[in-house]
């Protein structure tokens, strides 16, 4: 018997005899406990029961107290405990169960309410909690009074007239929302409901907590690819993105700055954005290849590949799928937006390097509706080429938030998808153009000069191959 178990016997047998002095009949189910492993004792996989008949010598019951501690209670589908790797079990398992420490405690604890575990330390801690969130509940109803207080008064009494008034407002809400935030931070039930994906996004602490998951790794991430392939400063002088974007197509998960085969680009993707802040606001989606070859000047230029304007936007959205945006009014939705530039497949031509597809969201000042008729008639067909996100953004008053991006080179099935969309130059092959150098040729010296006599002709061959001379 390990040393954990011999730690836990006695509350065991104390947890049964308490369960047998309050059931009426004398045998009631023993209570659930969370193993002191995160992994099945079993190999197979399979998951096991937990309901064992009452004992009858003091041996047996210790030997199911000791089998108690490890055993795997029977559940659902969703909370079966498994044996294999994260990435396996991730393709069996609901995402939402977390790690499999968690997964072992939804098996083992059965029905019982999240909060209602018997566990005297949890039950505790949730008092202390409760009462520190009560505190700072009554510092929110003392701000709030502030603020009604303030808002009452007029301006003329402050020194610094009304922009003083308005400054004194925005501290104090932000300090009602910064306490918003402290009085549920520490809830476990508040962090269970975001982490299975329940929260209200409207709610303050639901935001800072999908903000802190973002900057933990995602954000990092994009901000590195962002400096890795000189977006700034090839299509934007300055940017950081405030928003959350990733790109997905026919289901396939992109990460940023992935190399993509044209089949899976040859429709429009589904963009999963989210925002961390409150209220309503326009977006506009732009797609852009930066790389496109430019013959006339030897070099590049940028090609529009899609835009949509006018999609309404809050923290409680998350998909936007571009494929359904339509530009006839008669079928498009408008809780979707308006399509004004139709989405074209990503492509490179032969012998060209990578192309990055950038995909940018822009938010519309002051919430002001774009014109979609003007847009297609300024970007559709002549329009893409030689598209400027700058300009763009100047001309129609947007602020860039949200990023993301994904490469495309020449393969075997590009010539196809651009044949099927009509688009021309499958036939082009792109070639360096060799450049002589224009120094004269250099006279043999030491080595070389020395064995070009008949002497040494048979070490010809190996002078023959030095790189920078010839014969």
Request: hydrophobic fraction near 35%; charge should be positive; charged fraction near 30%.
């Amino acid at each position: 018997m390990s040393r954990a178990q011999q730690v836990a016997r006695p509350i065991v047998r104390s947890l049964r005899q308490a369960a047998g002095s309050t059931s009426a009949a004398g045998s009631l189910r023993p209570i659930a406990l969370r193993p002191f492993s995160s992994t099945p004792n079993r190999q197979d996989g399979t998951p096991t029961t937990s309901t064992p008949a009452e004992p009858a010598s003091e041996a047996e019951k210790l030997a199911a107290d000791a089998a108690l501690l490890g055993q795997k209670k029977a559940s659902s589908s969703t909370s079966t405990i498994r044996q294999g790797t994260e990435e396996q079990l991730s393709q069996l398992l609901s995402p939402r169960l977390g790690s499999l420490r968690r997964r072992a405690a939804l098996a083992t604890t059965g029905n019982i309410p999240f909060e209602q575990l018997p566990y005297q330390c949890f039950q505790e801690a949730r008092k202390i909690l409760a009462q520190d969130r009560e505190e700072k509940v009554a510092k929110i109803v003392i701000e709030i009074k502030k603020i009604k207080r303030l808002e009452a008064t007029d301006a003329s009494v402050f020194r610094g007239g009304e922009e003083h008034k308005q400054r004194r407002l925005r501290g104090l809400r932000r300090q009602v929302e910064k306490l918003k935030i402290l009085a549920d931070i520490n809830d476990p039930s508040i962090k269970r409901r975001f982490e299975d994906g329940q929260g209200d996004m409207n709610k303050p602490i639901y935001r800072y907590l999908a903000l802190r998951k973002w900057h933990s790794m995602d954000y990092k991430i994009i901000l590195q690819r962002i400096e890795q392939f000189h977006i700034v400063p090839d299509l934007l002088p300055k940017f950081v993105p405030t928003m959350d974007v990733k790109v997905s197509f026919r289901g396939y998960n992109v990460s940023p700055g992935a190399i993509l085969d044209s089949r899976v680009t040859e429709s429009a993707p589904t963009l999963r954005m989210q925002v961390f802040d409150k209220g309503e606001r326009l977006l506009s989606v732009v797609v852009l290849d930066a790389d496109v070859p430019d013959l006339d000047s030897d070099s590049f230029k940028k090609r529009l590949h899609f835009l949509a304007t006018n999609i309404p936007w809050n923290p409680t959205k998350v998909s936007l799928p571009l494929y359904r945006l339509s530009s006839d009014s008669a079928s498009a939705s408008p809780e979707l937006g308006t399509l004004a530039v139709p989405w074209m497949p990503a492509f490179a031509q032969k012998g060209s390097p990578y192309h990055r597809l950038s995909i940018f969201v822009l938010q519309h000042n002051n919430n002001v509706a774009l014109d979609p008729n003007q847009l297609k008639k300024l970007y559709d067909g002549e329009g893409r080429e030689g598209f400027s996100l700058k300009s763009f953004r100047d001309k129609f008053d947007l602020k860039p938030v949200g990023f993301n991006l994904f490469r495309t080179v020449w393969d075997d099935n590009t010539a196809d998808v651009m044949a099927r969309h009509g688009i021309p130059g499958a036939d082009v092959e792109f070639k360096r153009k060799r450049l002589m150098s224009l120094k004269p040729p250099r006279k043999a010296r030491g080595w070389e000069a020395k064995r070009q006599k008949p002497k040494y002709r048979h070490l010809w061959k190996y002078t023959k191959r030095i790189k920078g001379l010839s014969f």
